[in-house]
């Protein structure tokens, strides 16, 4: 009972499942919830079950935090609440139809080998890919030797009647009987090219099953065997069994580096190489795709601690006002130094000639357009008229950012919406920081209207994935990324609202260039772990935001 794709190459398990006629699915029942398009959507089949179950009780309302969600169901309003953000939608019961009743004792999953003794089922016309060529000629292979056929040795025929003469033994180089096939000769149609690979590969696994069925199994015909036993393990044993077929029939074979090996392999280059290597008749071996881990295991409030030298365990913000009562000219005369004669280079915000007027074509400041500054630290020059436009057009919160280099003047701050940002240490270790406990990070930010710093003022914007659950190793170079982000929350520089890459959705609250772990146990979307570089990037992407260590004394005072 598995799924195999070849375009890449992966492997996932399916089922079958059984439902009590009691139950909702056995009754037709079908919960739904509202989205936002303002459609119906089906709970999960478990999670109706145990909706449907509230209900028949007649008890008032039911708490899914049980089963892993944190919402309410109350029957009397027919909606559903969010436990975190209390927001609610419309939910439905519908009848549709009725699952099908089976009687009699639930089928057992079959696997491949058969058991011996057991009637085999009806043939099942051969899938003619090069994937299932392979896997099942090899599968043949070894089910033979492991009922204790000789693989490479000629089968003998029945004894014939005392009366009847002997079989004659074929001379050298003669051409052996029907009745002393063997599983070489068998397995070498699945070198031959072209249309020969279809007709010749049938009766090749036909041979080779006959040749691999015990004494008793029936007529000896062999039905198409299952993908049930295609794990890593397996078919490692199943890739040398066939190397070695192929190898002694003459066929040659190409090693892969690490395709056998314990290191991963990426699905998609696993699949390519299935596909042509299965094509030249050469072993094969795939591996499972590893597990998604976005959360630790379930942790109790008794287990949850604050982290040493950091007070308090939540922190909110609310919309900061920008600082009023100094102009932009009188912002920028603290990090600016007039220059008098400015030499021939490009301003490269207007890109004119600095010994040119700027030509900055939207609302004029109250500055001359010919007047050129350089900036203290860094020593980069621009169009005074320039840098003030530029000033309007951010957040107008007291800094200036150089637009050349980036480096920050005075104290940057963001647009990032009201929320909460939670921070404690959890009993579990990281991938890759197995010696100390893991430090998490819980943001939430609920949906809202937007305020006069953001792209569209007045309209609402949406919040999703919150609350949004972050991982840090509890090591001391994982505390001071948490101080610091502290300090990149105080500041509303951690989310943003924009437009989402991932989802394309405008008026969103998205990541704002300081990148987090979001995965616990794995790293298959490189947001998670291990990674050895990724505290040394953030505190880099921090710095890049003008929060450094200094930037905690400034808090501090």
């Given at each position: 009972?598995?799924?195999?794709?070849?375009?890449?190459?992966?492997?996932?398990?399916?089922?079958?499942?059984?439902?009590?006629?009691?139950?909702?699915?056995?009754?037709?029942?079908?919960?739904?919830?509202?989205?936002?398009?303002?459609?119906?959507?089906?709970?999960?089949?478990?999670?109706?079950?145990?909706?449907?179950?509230?209900?028949?009780?007649?008890?008032?309302?039911?708490?899914?935090?049980?089963?892993?969600?944190?919402?309410?169901?109350?029957?009397?309003?027919?909606?559903?609440?969010?436990?975190?953000?209390?927001?609610?939608?419309?939910?439905?019961?519908?009848?549709?139809?009725?699952?099908?009743?089976?009687?009699?004792?639930?089928?057992?999953?079959?696997?491949?080998?058969?058991?011996?003794?057991?009637?085999?089922?009806?043939?099942?016309?051969?899938?003619?890919?090069?994937?299932?060529?392979?896997?099942?000629?090899?599968?043949?292979?070894?089910?033979?030797?492991?009922?204790?056929?000789?693989?490479?040795?000629?089968?003998?025929?029945?004894?014939?009647?005392?009366?009847?003469?002997?079989?004659?033994?074929?001379?050298?180089?003669?051409?052996?009987?029907?009745?002393?096939?063997?599983?070489?000769?068998?397995?070498?149609?699945?070198?031959?090219?072209?249309?020969?690979?279809?007709?010749?590969?049938?009766?090749?696994?036909?041979?080779?099953?006959?040749?691999?069925?015990?004494?008793?199994?029936?007529?000896?015909?062999?039905?198409?065997?299952?993908?049930?036993?295609?794990?890593?393990?397996?078919?490692?044993?199943?890739?040398?069994?066939?190397?070695?077929?192929?190898?002694?029939?003459?066929?040659?074979?190409?090693?892969?580096?690490?395709?056998?090996?314990?290191?991963?392999?990426?699905?998609?280059?696993?699949?390519?190489?299935?596909?042509?290597?299965?094509?030249?008749?050469?072993?094969?071996?795939?591996?499972?795709?590893?597990?998604?881990?976005?959360?630790?295991?379930?942790?109790?409030?008794?287990?949850?601690?604050?982290?040493?030298?950091?007070?308090?365990?939540?922190?909110?913000?609310?919309?900061?006002?920008?600082?009023?009562?100094?102009?932009?000219?009188?912002?920028?005369?603290?990090?600016?130094?007039?220059?008098?004669?400015?030499?021939?280079?490009?301003?490269?915000?207007?890109?004119?000639?600095?010994?040119?007027?700027?030509?900055?074509?939207?609302?004029?400041?109250?500055?001359?357009?010919?007047?050129?500054?350089?900036?203290?630290?860094?020593?980069?020059?621009?169009?005074?008229?320039?840098?003030?436009?530029?000033?309007?057009?951010?957040?107008?919160?007291?800094?200036?950012?150089?637009?050349?280099?980036?480096?920050?003047?005075?104290?940057?701050?963001?647009?990032?919406?009201?929320?909460?940002?939670?921070?404690?240490?959890?009993?579990?270790?990281?991938?890759?920081?197995?010696?100390?406990?893991?430090?998490?990070?819980?943001?939430?930010?609920?949906?809202?209207?937007?305020?006069?710093?953001?792209?569209?003022?007045?309209?609402?914007?949406?919040?999703?994935?919150?609350?949004?659950?972050?991982?840090?190793?509890?090591?001391?170079?994982?505390?001071?990324?948490?101080?610091?982000?502290?300090?990149?929350?105080?500041?509303?520089?951690?989310?943003?609202?924009?437009?989402?890459?991932?989802t394309g959705e405008s008026d969103t609250v998205i990541w704002n260039e300081i990148h987090h772990k979001t995965e616990f146990g794995s790293n298959l979307t490189g947001h998670g772990y291990p990674d050895i570089n990724y505290l040394d990037n953030v505190l880099a992407e921090l710095a890049?935001?003008?929060?450094?260590?200094?930037?905690?004394?400034?808090?501090?005072?």
């Open positions: 009972m598995h799924q195999f794709r070849q375009d890449t190459g992966t492997i996932r398990p399916v089922r079958r499942s059984y439902y009590d006629p009691s139950s909702a699915p056995g009754k037709g029942v079908v919960w739904e919830w509202e989205n936002d398009s303002g459609s119906w959507t089906p709970y999960d089949m478990d999670v109706g079950i145990t909706i449907q179950r509230a209900y028949e009780k007649q008890h008032p309302w039911v708490d899914l935090s049980a089963i892993g969600f944190c919402y309410v169901i109350d029957f009397a309003t027919m909606g559903q609440i969010n436990r975190q953000t209390q927001r609610k939608r419309r939910v439905r019961r519908r009848l549709d139809m009725v699952y099908p009743l089976v009687s009699g004792t639930l089928p057992k999953s079959q696997s491949w080998p058969a058991s011996p003794g057991v009637a085999a089922a009806p043939p099942v016309p051969a899938c003619a890919c090069p994937q299932c060529l392979l896997v099942m000629s090899v599968k043949a292979t070894v089910s033979a030797a492991g009922t204790g056929t000789a693989t490479l040795q000629p089968r003998k025929a029945p004894p014939a009647p005392p009366a009847a003469p002997k079989a004659p033994v074929p001379a050298p180089g003669a051409k052996a009987p029907d009745s002393m096939a063997t599983v070489r000769g068998s397995l070498k149609p699945l070198a031959a090219q072209g249309s020969r690979r279809q007709a010749a590969s049938t009766p090749a696994l036909s041979s080779a099953s006959s040749t691999a069925s015990p004494p008793g199994t029936g007529s000896g015909k062999a039905s198409r065997p299952g993908l049930g036993t295609l794990n890593r393990n397996h078919l490692q044993r199943l890739a040398i069994a066939q190397s070695r077929v192929l190898i002694a029939s003459g066929v040659p074979t190409v090693p892969v580096k690490n395709l056998t090996g314990s290191s991963p392999v990426n699905p998609a280059l696993a699949g390519i190489t299935g596909i042509l290597m299965s094509a030249a008749g050469l072993p094969v071996c795939l591996t499972r795709p590893p597990k998604l881990v976005l959360h630790p295991p379930p942790v109790s409030k008794s287990e949850i601690q604050s982290i040493p030298g950091i007070s308090h365990t939540c922190r909110k913000t609310t919309k900061k006002q920008a600082k009023k009562g100094k102009t932009p000219e009188e912002v920028l005369k603290k990090y600016l130094q007039k220059v008098r004669h400015p030499v021939d280079e490009d301003c490269t915000i207007c890109m004119e000639r600095l010994s040119a007027p700027s030509g900055y074509k939207g609302p004029q400041p109250a500055v001359k357009p010919d007047l050129v500054g350089k900036l203290v630290k860094c020593g980069h020059v621009f169009h005074l008229h320039c840098l003030v436009a530029m000033y309007n057009n951010g957040n107008k919160d007291g800094s200036l950012q150089c637009p050349t280099c980036k480096t920050i003047y005075g104290v940057k701050t963001g647009t990032q919406p009201p929320g909460k940002m939670e921070y404690h240490i959890i009993p579990h270790a990281l991938p890759g920081h197995s010696d100390c406990k893991t430090i998490r990070i819980i943001y939430n930010i609920p949906p809202g209207v937007q305020g006069p710093e953001h792209p569209n003022p007045g309209k609402s914007f949406t919040a999703r994935g919150f609350p949004r659950h972050c991982y840090l190793p509890d090591s001391e170079k994982g505390r001071k990324v948490l101080k610091l982000l502290l300090v990149a929350w105080d500041r509303r520089l951690i989310f943003a609202i924009g437009t989402s890459s991932t890049a935001q003008g929060i450094t260590e200094e930037s905690l004394a400034q808090e501090k005072d």
